[in-house]
């Protein structure tokens, strides 16, 4: 059976690397992430022509995800470079203090607002929680701390507010611009940094079509505040992603597996799509195999019903890019081997007839011994509804459209396939269906396929008919 679980990776420095690219794609790689927090836009530019050529070339279709900077909120820069911090030192973020003026008493802040947001006993969490200040005091700007957690602190490192609660926008005026860039490029989905709530993801979707984009929208969970509005959140977003660096750094590491596991669930109950990311094999950076810890971690998001699991450092800096994808390949293929049919929304009243024909679809291929769906689509909106309920039959997205057969490569369990309906003949259609799933070796004479599609081919959010037919039968001149 092909892999369910789908794999983004981040592109850098390491998959530049000649053939590198081409090894990820073979590797398996759906989805490759462009993280515009770092290098120029023409670097990026220059990756999705690449990774797309190749992968027209190679066969399967890839997804760009442009990922926003957002407004991380920094420390200064220090006259020295660093300082050293003792458990009990009296040290200031100040506005006032010039961003390369830090030294050992205090430094100045990318976010100048910042103590608009504090009050005496607030704790801050610099460099990804590795010191902690409790605030004494804020007056003009200047944030008066006690050391909690000490140690080497250096420039331009991340300030997390324990508990959440930083009024920073989630767009900044760069990621404005860069969402013009995305739109440009054609990205196929756009990652929106630090969500606050719903309102941020529906501002983000509009100057992204605005400008040109019809890609997706993923929202990025790594804000304690965006727990609390999540489901206004998953409404609004195609897609959510499980950003453990931030969230955890904010919520405590400790909460993180149980908050995993419920964004997941939450995720897939609202039909919507969910990619779980953060150090999901880290050692790889260095080492040419995961540790077993990685190996757990990316099996139970597996098992909890991730659609992708995302790399970071692990393919953009690391040394052994395509490894990795490997890696991850071969352990979502075992964990999948565990994964149960589901009764997802079997009791929900459903409010479109292509939404309901995907759910009958799914039903009735887990319960007939179905071996492929073959669902032809417009947008990859039946395909996305289908792929919500938990089974091992692939789906098949089959579409003339290039965007579409992007798209939902991020989807669990759901394969492009380039088709254009060529006939108005249903029995035509239903045959040229079967012979491509024939050619791919997809299915064998004596096997059920389900296949969906509209009465009205070309129109959008018309599926309204589900057919099951056994392969061989499709040869006959005559069908009912």
């Known amino acids: 059976m092909p892999r369910r679980t789908k794999i983004v990776a981040t592109l850098g420095p390491a998959t530049d690397r000649p053939t590198v690219m081409q090894d990820l794609i073979a590797a398996g790689v759906d989805v490759v992430r462009l993280n515009l927090s770092h290098d120029s836009r023409e670097r990026h530019r220059e990756r999705a022509e690449r990774i797309r050529d190749y992968a027209v070339a190679a066969g399967p279709e890839v997804a760009v995800l442009i990922d926003l900077q957002g407004p991380k909120i920094r420390i200064g820069r220090f006259a020295d470079g660093g300082v050293i911090l003792a458990r009990g030192d009296a040290f200031a973020i100040d506005a006032n203090c010039g961003l390369d003026a830090g030294d050992a008493s205090r430094v100045g802040t990318t976010y100048p607002r910042l103590a608009e947001d504090l009050k005496h006993g607030d704790r801050l969490l610099l460099d990804d929680g590795a010191i902690e200040l409790w605030v004494d005091s804020v007056a003009d700007g200047r944030i008066d701390c006690r050391v909690v957690v000490g140690g080497r602190l250096s420039d331009s490192k991340g300030i997390n507010k324990k508990g959440g609660g930083l009024s920073a926008p989630a767009l900044t005026e760069k990621d404005k611009d860069d969402i013009r860039f995305a739109a440009e490029i054609e990205a196929d989905y756009l990652a929106v940094s630090f969500v606050r709530n719903g309102d941020d993801v529906r501002l983000a979707r509009e100057l992204f079509y605005e400008a040109g984009g019809r890609g997706g929208i993923v929202a990025k969970i790594e804000r304690a505040e965006a727990l609390r509005g999540i489901d206004d959140i998953i409404d609004a977003a195609d897609a959510i992603m499980v950003a453990r660096g931030d969230l955890g750094v904010e919520i405590g590491d400790a909460k993180l597996p149980a908050v995993q596991k419920k964004l997941i669930s939450r995720a897939r109950e609202m039909n919507s799509v969910v990619i779980t990311a953060t150090q999901m094999m880290q050692s790889m950076i260095q080492s040419p195999i995961p540790t077993r810890a990685e190996v757990f971690d990316v099996a139970n998001a597996v098992l909890d019903g991730t659609d992708a699991v995302m790399l970071s450092a692990e393919s953009s800096i690391g040394k052994y890019p395509a490894k990795v994808v490997e890696a991850l390949d071969r352990i979502c293929l075992e964990a999948e081997k565990s994964v149960t049919r589901s009764g ?114 070309g129109v959008e959010g018309q599926t309204n008919v589900m057919k099951i037919m056994r392969v061989g039968e499709h040869r006959l001149l005559n069908e009912d």
């Open 344 to 457: 997802h929304r079997i009791d929900s009243v459903f409010g479109r007839v292509d939404e309901a024909i995907a759910m009958a679809a799914m039903y009735a291929a887990n319960h007939l011994g179905v071996k492929a769906i073959a669902a032809l689509t417009e947008t990859g909106s039946t395909v996305k509804w289908m792929s919500r309920i938990s089974s091992g039959i692939p789906i098949h997205a089959m579409t003339r459209f290039q965007p579409t057969r992007r798209k939902v490569r991020l989807f669990r369990g759901v394969y492009p396939v380039s088709f254009d309906v060529a006939s108005t003949d249903i029995h035509e259609v239903n045959r040229e269906v079967i012979e491509e799933l024939l050619r791919r070796g997809t299915v064998r004479d004596g096997d059920l396929v389900i296949i969906t599609k509209g009465d009205r081919s």
